[in-house]
């Protein structure tokens, strides 16, 4: 564990502090410092657990182990566990640990137990360290996020602070695949919170997310005419020809200046070489800022099916729209740079990013209770045999999320 800066700080303000200047603010909280370092080996001895567990979205035995797990180690920290059907039903529970305190504040910390791997995958990828990067199958994503969480928990009851009114963490068992399962769920927690706390892995280096673009899926059918490509190929309607057509033309409905993005994915039809193929699929991920933006691309996808250039082709097309944008909020900066102060006390600083891809967070900030993102352990490699998350970002890390939850929970409504 390389923490020189935290002593530095300590020696550098220290002084400051006793003189009463604004440095005061600064000053590193020791307790919540050595609490936190304390957990460092159990934590790297769960990781290796939970990520010596095949848990892809839908594997219920794998989420089930999972859920074990995370009870146990969960109820050991003082939290009352339990679990919450997914609604609609979908494989795998979600799992909410609750501590309760004796303060005002209401913070949802949200990570989740599914991954993008199948069974086997662990058995294959052989999870592995490379120095303090521990690599494996969800070892970033997210396994490192319920990590941080279950390290918190410990901190707080080490400290002995409890000036929170609740703190929930809810492990979701289906965000993988847009959290059908937990979509409910994670917005009526949202609403009874002063502040969403995403802890998908951080952005190296010390960066937190603070808008996310929402994504949705494009989707068109064509529909023709089946006949025999030798015998009478004039007699068929080629759904596959009109679908190329409108795939070359899907890449000018992207807008940079708003940054919305489309890009094809998938493009099917046809399964015989004699027949004129009756029928094509194509679908396009669209990613945008705003709602307005999906609004324009759906439209401007209606206004191209109603118009096939192969007569005898019918074309549908819609957009099914998945996780909601997180624009860049002020509440959200507000609650940046409140943790961004509370990060100072470690001599660090923390940046406020944008990124493209989505998460739980954005159904959390839809409820508009101010949501941070990426609020977990630094890692990389994300849905790749490289996804790994980053132990030595463990302490300065946890040191933030448990300041932010105990500077939260005494006052919700602080600067
Ligand atoms: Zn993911």
Redesign the pocket.
């Known amino acids: 564990m390389k923490m020189p800066i935290a002593g530095c700080v300590i020696a550098l303000f220290g002084g400051l502090a006793a003189s009463g200047t604004p440095a005061d603010d600064a000053a590193v909280n020791p307790a919540v410092l050595a609490a936190v370092k304390a957990c460092d080996t159990d934590a790297r001895h769960l990781l290796e657990r939970l990520v010596a567990i095949d848990s892809g979205t839908g594997d219920r035995e794998g989420l089930a182990a999972e859920a074990a797990v995370y009870t146990k180690v969960l109820q050991a920290a003082g939290a009352q566990v339990r679990r919450e059907a997914p609604t609609p039903p979908s494989v795998g529970d979600n799992l909410v640990a609750t501590l309760h305190g004796t303060g005002k504040g209401r913070i949802l910390l949200i990570a989740h137990m599914d991954t ?1 791997f199948s069974r086997g995958d662990v058995a294959k990828l052989k999870p592995h360290w490379d120095g303090d990067r521990y690599i494996g199958p969800g070892a970033g ?2 396994k490192s996020g319920g990590v941080i969480a279950v390290c918190a928990f410990k901190a707080l009851r080490a400290t002995g602070f409890r000036d929170f009114a609740r703190i929930d963490l809810l492990l979701n068992a289906s965000e ?1 695949t847009g959290s059908l399962g937990s979509r409910d769920l994670i917005q009526r927690m949202a609403r009874d919170s002063d502040l969403v706390l995403n802890l998908e892995r951080g952005v190296p280096t010390d960066k937190a997310v603070v808008s996310r673009k929402g994504s949705s899926v494009l989707i068109f059918e064509f529909t023709g005419r089946a006949a025999h490509s030798g015998l009478e190929p004039e007699k068929g309607r080629n759904a596959v020809l009109e679908a190329a057509r409108v795939a070359l033309m899907l890449g000018g409905l992207a807008n940079p200046d708003q940054k919305t993005t489309v890009t094809v994915d998938i493009l099917s039809g046809g399964d015989k070489t004699n027949v004129v193929p009756a029928h094509a699929i194509l679908k396009a991920d669209v990613r945008a800022l705003t709602a307005a933006e999906f609004d324009r691309v759906e439209q401007a996808a209606a206004q191209i099916a109603a118009k096939p250039a192969i007569e005898g082709v019918t074309i549908t097309s819609r957009l099914d729209r998945d996780f909601p944008p997180w624009p860049r909020s002020p509440s959200a900066d507000a609650m940046l740079a409140r943790a961004n102060r509370l990060y100072a006390e470690l001599g660090r600083s923390l940046t406020g990013i944008e990124v493209g891809s989505s998460s739980d967070a954005s159904l959390a900030a839809a409820t508009g209770t101010p949501t941070l993102d990426g609020f977990g352990m630094e890692g990389a490699g ?2 790749t045999p490289d996804d790994s998350v980053d132990l030595a970002t463990l302490t300065p890390r946890a040191y933030l999320l448990v300041r932010m939850l105990m500077e939260v929970g005494r006052e919700p409504g602080g600067m």
């Open positions: 993008v994503d997210d993988e994300a849905h």
